[in-house]
């Protein structure tokens, strides 16, 4: 298996353009995930799916923010408008539900707003 | 969900064992406690789960007491590969989707 998918793996983009970053989780697993990661805040759960439902949104910092799961096997995470304080390192996961906290993640996806 | 606290950093040498001690004084009856490392520029990679005693695989072992209040994760002669950031986490497994990531220990290791 190749593991969770993330694109682009790189993303520099100006304030107030659209960005969206991609997810293919591993096949099979029934869960997936949206983190963030930035020095000041650690690693924060933006949101998660379970068979394409999401579950739980509340750590999606503002309406800026929206997450997609349409089928089993891709996910998105936009933001529009970006900011420059967006600029994080953005990880998706996935696992099989309910079977233990051994999340799978992807390499993550670097995104710099300036 | 059980809050945990770990060490910020430690520093080890090559061939050493590391101990990582981490705390959960709420932990809850259901609750598993989990391990993961994080390597600079990848994602977290799940280390090691358990829910009491002692739990080896062949990465580490993960010892628990019986009060289930602390834990701590124990790495076999360690190299300069290990070094990375540890986080525990702990809750319940049929909701994985509240996962809370604190702020973990980062181990040097040096040579």
């Known amino acids: 298996d190749a593991g969770v998918i993330q694109s682009p793996r790189h993303e520099v983009t100006e304030m107030g353009q659209e960005v969206t970053l991609r997810c293919k989780p591993i096949?099979?697993?029934?869960?997936l995930f949206w983190y963030r990661q930035t020095m000041m805040r650690g690693l924060e759960l933006l949101i998660y799916?379970?068979?394409?439902?999401?579950?739980?949104d509340s750590g999606m910092p503002e309406d800026r923010f929206s997450a997609k799961m349409p089928n089993a096997s891709f996910s998105t995470l936009k933001i529009q408008p970006s900011e420059p304080r967006d600029s994080a390192v953005y990880f998706c996961?996935?696992?099989?539900?309910?079977?233990?906290?051994?999340?799978?993640f992807g390499p993550g996806t670097r995104l710099t707003v300036t | 969900l059980a809050k945990t606290t770990q060490p910020i950093s430690m520093d080890s040498y090559e061939g050493q064992e590391v101990n990582i001690t981490c705390s959960h004084n709420?932990?809850?009856?259901?609750?598993?406690i989990t391990w993961y490392q994080q390597f600079p520029s990848q994602g977290p990679r799940f280390i090691i789960q358990?829910?009491?005693t002692k739990v080896t695989n062949e990465v580490a072992s993960l010892f628990i007491p019986a009060d289930r209040k602390s834990s701590t994760l124990s790495l076999p002669r360690v190299s300069l590969s290990d070094t990375a950031v540890y986080y525990c986490?702990?809750?319940?497994?049929?909701?994985?989707?509240?996962?809370?990531f604190g702020d973990g220990t980062t181990l040097t290791v040096k040579p």
């Open positions: 358990g829910y009491k």
């Open positions: 799916f379970n068979n394409n439902v999401p579950i739980d």
């Open positions: 709420n932990i809850a009856t259901n609750d598993y």
């Open positions: 986490l702990v809750g319940d497994n049929t909701n994985a989707g509240k996962s809370t």
């Open positions: 996961a996935s696992n099989e539900q309910g079977l233990s906290y051994e999340q799978y």
């Open positions: 096949s099979g697993h029934n869960s």
